[in-house]
Each structure stands twice: as structure tokens, then as C-alpha cells.
């Protein structure tokens, strides 16, 4: 084979087709169909596959297209498609339970175009379902990574500060991670992530 010849049917395989207001949509509702987003996340996933679009078609006007993008937006937003409420109180919600403190939901939310009122609401609602939020995040964190007394007894004296440092690294304050690694009992900690229920009968 001359490799002087391109791979012009390989080649051709990943030129994007032609970006039409109605093959966007199209694209629009496939990604909502396969993932949660918010609103400008979405926007900017959609600028995106019109940026690409543009590489190989010079007659796609950009702007006209983003004014496409827009009206999408608007739309969904009014059907209730999209609900930038509804997507971070359950984002907020997953990554609480992955053990992320409550400045890094912050951060990754607002990385997704959340606005800060909408944030806080989220992070309010957290704190609806549990008292302690924070506290409900670390202990989940120190479980999945074995971290203080999920840890193997006999290295737990060693791992103090590589738990401690796991858990700063995770936006956890150090009287926070200081309470979980220095915790001697990991069903006490367990019971405070699970108080048990109170019969009032």
C-alpha cells in the first residue's frame, strides 16, 4: 500500500454532515435523551458540533446558527425539558453521595453553568434531606476510600496524613477531616449518617 494515498474513505467517515436549525434540534434532543444538563451546558455542547460543522462547510453561518441554539434553549426551558433547578438539586444530590464537600458541588456546578442563586437552592435542598450535609459527604467519602476507621487497623496510624490530605483534597475543612480520621469507630460514624428514626406513638 503507497502510503502516500489518504484514507480518503476513513477520512470521509468523520466529516460532520451539514448543520441545519432542524438537524440541531435533532442533535439537542439526543443529548438530552442520553444525559442531564443544564441549559448553557447544553448550549455550549450544541456551539460546539456547529464550530465543528463550520470547519467543513463554509456556507453555515455561525451566528445564524447560534440564534438557532438560543431559540432551542428558550424552548426547552419553556416545555420544562430543561430545569437548571431540577438538574443541580440531583447533581448536587450525586455528588454528595460520591463524597464531594460542598464547595467542590459548588465549583462543579457552576462549571456547568448553574447560576448562584440556582446553586444555593440546590445546596439548601441538601441540607433538607440531611442535617449535616458535609458531614453526610465525608463519611461517604472515608467509606469508599477507606479512610480513618474504614481503614485497615493495622496501617491507620500510618495513613493518617495521606487520609487527611484525601479528604482536604475532596474541599473538606481540616476540622472535618480531622473528626473523621480520628474517629475510632466506624459504626459511629455510620449512625451519624443513619440516625435512627424517632416513634413518636
Known sequence: MNDDQPRDKKAKAYIP????QARLANIALHYLD??????????RVLE???YKASLYHEDLDVQVAHGWIDELIERYLRSGLL???AYAETRAR???????????IRI???EKG????????ALKALEEEHPDPELAAAIKLARRRRLGPYADPTKRDDKKDRDMAAL???GFGYDMAQRIVECDDKDELEDLLNPPAHNFS
Do not use: F
Not at 448553574?114 to 437552592?121: L, N, R, V
Open 17 to 20: 454532515r451539514k448543520m441545519t
Open 34 to 43: 442520553r444525559y442531564a444538563s443544564s441549559a448553557q451546558n447544553l448550549k
Open 48 to 50: 460546539r458540533r456547529v
Open 83 to 85: 430545569n437548571d433547578l
Open 94 to 104: 450525586s455528588l454528595m453521595a460520591r463524597g464531594s464537600a460542598g464547595r467542590v
Open 108 to 110: 462543579k456546578l457552576m
Open 114 to 121: 448553574i447560576a448562584p442563586d440556582i446553586i444555593d437552592q
Open 168 to 170: 482536604a483534597r475532596a
